[in-house]
């Protein structure tokens, strides 16, 4: 498997937890738009939800390429 393959599998697990948690926030906050009067409440869940953006983002890559490299030994 080369270099590159992984990297872009990683790219694609990485990208599509973004969009699906895209997705989520603007049906949330759609909905829920009244909790964030204040800036420090807007802040503190911009915060949350770049801590989990990142994880996922991370978790979706490396289960990505380890159901690659199951897949094709």
């Known amino acids: 498997m080369s270099s590159n393959t992984i990297t872009l ?3 694609l697990g990485g990208l599509t ?3 699906n948690w895209s997705v989520l926030m603007f049906v949330y906050f759609k ?4 909790n964030l009067i204040n800036i ?3 802040t503190k869940t911009l ?8 994880f996922g ?4 890559g490396i289960l ?3 159901a690659l490299m199951f897949s094709h030994g």
């Open 17 to 19: 937890f973004l969009v």
């Open 9 to 11: 599998i990683f790219c």
């Open 40 to 42: 420090a409440s807007l």
């Open 31 to 34: 909905n829920n738009s009244t």
């Open 64 to 66: 990505f390429v380890s």
């Open 57 to 60: 983002v991370l978790m979706t």
């Open 47 to 54: 915060l949350i939800c770049l801590a989990v953006s990142t």
